[in-house]
């Protein structure tokens, strides 16, 4: 993940510490729940729970039908050291605010894996000695949070160092082992031909140790991709690597193959819709690709402007949309049909009611004014013309305002000319202004 997905900085040791005050937690394999079926955590998209203005995932549950999440990132201390920390700022061992966010999810009926690596800071695979002491360090993890999935990010700087490759691959095989059922995914770089020189070599790694995971994911975007069919192509071209390396045939690679990609606009300036969402998820599921996921939540949503200015944020798309479209591909994913967004009631019409029988030679309750003519006037509204007037209600009714006397000068479109709107009504403007984006 590029900098910008991957920017758990001070504001979010700040969060942390505050929400570590209040937050409730226990030690062991806290919250820990049966699991999800893999296919929900092949589709949970990555969140930031602690930093990008983290949304609810409560809310995003109820408007999505979405059961599972991709909390990003774990990593070494930034002090040095091979320990598990959030964003490399706070430890693992003591946090609860991370806690409260899986509380919440679980107690909703979903779950969460966790993303370990991610684009910069310092990697348990670069910080500890060996295997061994890197797998010890992602079971603190897995035991603290009781987790049945784990994503390992690999991707730069780290996937260019051997020896740290090395020792998150040998890790993730002792977790695999160590740990029966849990859902394990491999993600990298995507480039135009499926993966570049070190994503290759990781592979060559994983084949050298005996290791297969659920799946090896690219991020095919950030690499000069312009829309879905540049994605899928290098998708295409990924399964013939996963092929070559390991001697499987197309459908096998493909089952062990997945998607990981950012909606609207990427780092580098590329844009990729909710049409280019639903084309990757139509060539994964037709080819019965393993993952479907994306970076992410905290950016599932409109900015103001929607174009952000033509800027990349790590809080909004940068595309006009609605809250939580992209989850909705993922929700699809994992087999399940998203809840109808229920639109918002019409304004019902005003009822027109006829006045009673007035006896005979009794004043009208309204006149029509017909001694001006039907000029323009400079606000572009006739000047003229018959309108009609209409009394004020009644004083002292219960439940009424008294409207003014002056004439209705703008009828709206459910009124007939000439006519009066029935008491405790207003009459609506004719041009409804349509409402701007979110704010």
Request: charged share 15%; aromatic share 8%; hydrophobic share 35%.
């Amino acid at each position: 993940m590029r900098p910008l997905r991957a920017c758990l900085g001070a504001a979010a040791a700040v969060a942390l510490a505050a929400a570590g005050t209040t937050a409730l937690v226990t030690t062991s394999a806290s919250g820990a729940t049966n699991a999800l079926s893999d296919r929900w955590y092949a589709a949970a998209p990555y969140l930031m729970p602690t930093d990008n203005d983290p949304p609810d995932a409560a809310a995003i549950m109820d408007a999505t039908g979405l059961k599972a999440f991709q909390l990003a990132f774990v990593l070494a201390p930034n002090g040095g050291g091979c320990s598990p920390t959030w964003g490399g700022t706070s430890p693992v061992s003591s946090d609860t605010a991370v806690q409260s966010v899986v509380s919440t999810i679980r107690a909703k009926g979903g779950d969460v894996s966790v993303s370990i690596g991610g684009y910069g800071g310092t990697k348990l695979g670069q910080a500890c000695a060996d295997p061994a002491a890197t797998a010890a360090a992602y079971q603190q993890v897995i035991t603290k949070y009781g987790l049945h999935a784990i994503d390992f990010d690999l991707e730069e700087p780290e996937y260019e160092n051997s020896a740290a490759i090395r020792n998150e691959i040998g890790a993730a095989k002792i977790l695999q082992q160590n740990n029966p059922g849990l859902y394990v995914s491999v993600t990298t770089a995507g480039t135009a031909d499926g993966t570049g020189w070190f994503g290759k070599q990781m592979l060559l790694e994983a084949k050298s140790q005996g290791f297969t995971p659920n799946n090896f994911s690219i991020m095919p975007f950030d690499g000069g991709f312009n829309g879905a069919a540049s994605q899928t192509a290098a998708l295409t071209d990924f399964n013939s690597i996963l092929r070559s390396t390991f001697g499987w045939d197309q459908a096998t690679a493909y089952a062990h193959e997945g998607f990981s990609g950012m909606n609207g606009r990427s780092d580098t300036g590329e844009y990729f819709s909710q049409a280019d969402f639903q084309t990757v998820l139509d060539y994964a599921t037709g080819h019965h690709m393993d993952r479907f996921t994306f970076w992410s939540l905290n950016r599932d949503r409109q900015c103001t402007p929607a174009d952000n200015g033509g800027r990349t944020s790590g809080t909004c798309s940068s595309v006009a949309q609605n809250s939580w479209d992209f989850a909705k591909y993922s929700v699809k994913f994992a087999g399940v049909t998203p809840p109808t967004t229920t639109p918002t009631p019409p304004r019902p019409r005003p009822r027109l009611r006829a006045p009673p029988a007035r006896p005979p030679g009794a004043r009208p309750r309204c006149t029509r004014r017909t001694t001006r003519s039907r000029t323009a006037s400079t606000t572009g509204r006739p000047s003229g013309g018959p309108r009609t007037r209409c009394p004020a209600p009644r004083s002292g009714v219960p439940g009424r305002t008294r409207a003014p006397a002056e004439p209705l000068d703008v009828l709206g479109p459910n009124l007939a000319p000439n006519s009066c709107p029935y008491r405790g009504h207003t009459a609506r403007p004719a041009r409804l202004v349509h409402p701007g984006v979110r704010s």
